[in-house]
């Protein structure tokens, strides 16, 4: 039996046909692994569609998961930060909620945590999508992994895997989440990348548009001569965002 805690954080954002059959699949995977102490915990980045609704309802469904709604926006930054402040497991899985993101790897992220390693990235190997996305992110993954001095072929995956006492000390300002791996490997973690299966999205439609792409630029030049935080901007956000519920 396994002797550790899980939290699979999932930010939505108009995502409401895509939740139930996420969870349900996560759910038969984890009891697969026998995971007694799980939770899954779904934050509603404030979707405009019928999302929030849903999340209730899967609350009821599945006592496993537990549903946050935050106040505002925040282009999945803040639903992130909230899911990791709230996560109460050993280690701690993130994934995106669209569903190409196959709940079949999580025994594989937990594996790599289990031989030693503080953070998972996901490498989607085959990216199911469009080709446009796929070179942008190819350009931006390897001018990143020049400039820290890490290979990483996916830092922009949403599927990863900490331990959770490397997220307690983590404190990533507004879109610069993406950066994670790369930050966590200059403060003297370890990070390792393994492949993933990747699946094209079936319902709703990608929130990364144009804007996206521009902004890396910005986020990359403010990351390399980021000052450490020591988390009071954060946790400022956390309480506006949820109002503190803790």
Same mark, same amino acid.
């Given at each position: 039996? =396994?002797?550790?805690?899980?939290?699979?954080?999932?930010?939505?954002?108009?995502?409401?046909?895509?939740? @139930?059959?996420?969870?349900?699949?996560?759910?038969?995977?984890?009891?697969?692994?026998?995971?007694?102490?799980?939770?899954?915990?779904?934050v509603d980045d404030a979707s405009t569609d019928q999302t929030a609704?849903?999340?209730?309802?899967?609350?009821?469904?599945?006592?496993?998961?537990?549903?946050?709604?935050?106040?505002?926006?925040?282009?999945?930054?803040?639903?992130?930060?909230?899911?990791?402040?709230?996560?109460?497991?050993?280690?701690?899985?993130?994934?995106?909620?669209?569903?190409?993101?196959?709940?079949?790897?999580? =025994?594989? !992220?937990?594996?790599?945590? @289990?031989?030693?390693?503080?953070?998972?990235?996901?490498?989607?190997?085959?990216?199911?999508?469009?080709?446009?996305?796929?070179?942008?992110?190819?350009?931006?993954?390897?001018?990143?992994?020049?400039?820290?001095?890490?290979?990483?072929?996916?830092?922009?995956?949403?599927?990863?895997?900490?331990?959770?006492?490397v997220l307690k000390k983590l404190y990533i300002p507004g879109s610069?989440?993406?950066?994670?791996?790369?930050? !966590?490997?200059?403060?003297?973690?370890?990070?390792?990348?393994?492949?993933?299966?990747?699946r094209p999205r079936l319902h709703g439609e990608t929130k990364f548009?144009?804007?996206?792409?521009?902004?890396?630029?910005?986020?990359?030049?403010?990351?390399?001569?980021?000052?450490?935080?020591?988390?009071?901007? @954060?946790?400022?956000?956390?309480?506006?965002?949820?109002?503190?519920?803790?």
């Open positions: 039996m =396994p002797d550790y805690s899980l939290s699979i954080v999932l930010p939505a954002y108009n995502e409401a046909e895509n939740l @139930e059959p996420l969870v349900t699949e996560i759910v038969a995977v984890l009891k697969s692994m026998q995971v007694v102490h799980r939770e899954i915990l779904i609704n849903v999340v209730i309802a899967i609350a009821k469904s599945f006592p496993e998961v537990r549903g946050i709604h935050l106040r505002k926006n925040t282009k999945k930054a803040g639903a992130l930060l909230c899911g990791y402040r709230l996560a109460k497991g050993d280690f701690v899985i993130t994934m995106d909620t669209d569903l190409q993101d196959d709940p079949k790897e999580i =025994p594989h !992220l937990i594996a790599a945590l @289990e031989n030693g390693a503080d953070v998972v990235n996901g490498w989607r190997v085959k990216r199911m999508d469009s080709w446009q996305k796929r070179m942008s992110s190819l350009a931006a993954n390897r001018l990143t992994s020049f400039l820290f001095g890490q290979r990483l072929h996916d830092m922009n995956s949403g599927y990863k895997a900490y331990r959770a006492g610069l989440y993406r950066f994670i791996p790369h930050l !966590l490997f200059r403060q003297g973690y370890t990070v390792v990348e393994i492949p993933v299966n990747h548009r144009l804007g996206h792409r521009l902004r890396y630029f910005v986020d990359l030049i403010m990351v390399l001569f980021a000052t450490p935080s020591n988390g009071t901007q @954060e946790t400022a956000l956390f309480d506006e965002l949820t109002g503190g519920n803790r």
